[in-house]
């Protein structure tokens, strides 16, 4: 209860508004989710692009039965 009178009376003396604080940190955040949006599509279209670039780059091979290849880390 002691404390609680003592921050009241911390505010009453300096006139300390809450709402000021409050309205400047949502502000922050917003900035913030903005910010964060932002970098997310940036990385999204940096995929999309380096995707189909990849894509566009694969050789296309015929592979005919009978005929040998080798597989990828394969185990014989």
């Not at 009453?12 to 000021?20: E, G, H």
Request: net charge positive; with cysteine; proline share 1%.
């Amino acid at each position: 209860m002691e404390l609680e009178h003592r921050a009241y009376w911390a505010m009453q003396t300096f006139n300390f508004d809450l709402k000021v604080p409050c309205e400047k940190r949502m502000l922050q955040i917003n900035e913030m989710d903005e910010f964060r949006n932002d970098a997310y599509e940036s990385a999204w279209i940096y995929k999309d692009k380096t995707k189909r670039w990849h894509d566009k780059h694969i050789l296309k091979r015929k592979f005919e039965v009978g005929k040998h290849f080798l597989l990828f880390n394969s185990r014989l």
